[in-house]
């Protein structure tokens, strides 16, 4: 089972830097035990909270992407509910929406070389090609156009 | 943005730009097409954490811009909306404004 999650933990304004790594070395010993592993750790320190929760403003945001179960996340769930010290927290699965992205766009990417072969042009734009500065995705061909209506 | 309506979206767009004229003339307020801006800027993924793209369409009152105001198209109003009760849950978006 290899699943792709997001992790997100506020922690409470009041811990430690030396807590906030605690708490992330926690979240890597569960991850150890239980079988996965740690892709990516942002920490995008502190921020001002959108709306108090429980008298804090501020929080610490903490950013984990995990590989693993759902046995996995359902345990650090359980965990980080019990913590007193992180106020919030969120767990999405991401695989299957990253999916679906990287399919639109090579879609996309593939109708639009298509069409500008149909055309006589050549697959990939070139530099300078059509109307720059409105779109800067170089995947996009509505703006190109023949040479006989330039 | 002229320039992108006059060129872009294929039969759909001609034909609405071809009634806008005909409304035009009845009325003197000209109105622009609403475009998904999701869909023209190809935003394949509408991310909870990304609070400066979601905050356009989170108004004062902290609601959720409702789809005839902003033109978002159904699919990604969908997705909009997701990620926005995703970051309000992580209080990086307010659930409304006192």
């Not at chain 1, 001002?48 to 950013?63: D, Q």
């Not at chain 1, 069409?115 to 070139?126: E, F, K, M």
């Amino acid at each position: 089972m290899n699943r792709k999650y997001e992790l997100v933990y506020v922690v409470s304004p009041e811990a430690s830097d030396e807590q906030v790594a605690d708490l992330h070395t926690q979240v890597e010993a569960i991850v150890q035990r239980i079988g996965g592993q740690i892709e990516k750790t942002e920490n995008w320190g502190r921020r001002k909270l959108a709306y108090e929760i429980g008298r804090h403003k501020e929080g610490t945001y903490v950013l984990e992407v995990l590989l693993g179960g759902g046995e996995l996340m359902k345990e650090i769930d359980r965990r980080l509910k019990v913590t007193d010290l992180v106020i919030r927290h969120l767990v999405v699965r991401v695989d299957e929406e990253q999916g679906v992205v990287e399919r639109t766009r090579s879609r996309r990417t593939e109708t639009s070389r298509r069409r500008r072969v149909a055309r006589g042009l050549p697959a990939d734009r070139q530099p300078g090609e059509g109307q720059r500065g409105e779109v800067d995705d170089d995947r996009d061909d509505r703006f190109d156009m023949g040479e006989e209506l330039r | 943005m002229n320039g992108k309506k006059s060129f872009g979206g294929g039969g759909r767009g001609k034909g609405a730009a071809g009634q806008q004229g005909k409304d035009g003339q009845r009325r003197p307020m000209f109105r622009r097409r609403k475009v998904c801006k999701f869909c023209s800027d190809k935003i394949d993924d509408i991310n909870y954490k990304d609070v400066r793209m979601l905050m356009p369409f989170v108004p004062e009152r902290a609601k959720v811009l409702p789809r005839r105001i902003s033109g978002t198209c159904a699919l990604h109003q969908r997705k909009l909306r997701t990620a926005i009760m995703r970051a309000r849950q992580l209080a990086l978006i307010p659930y409304t404004t006192e």
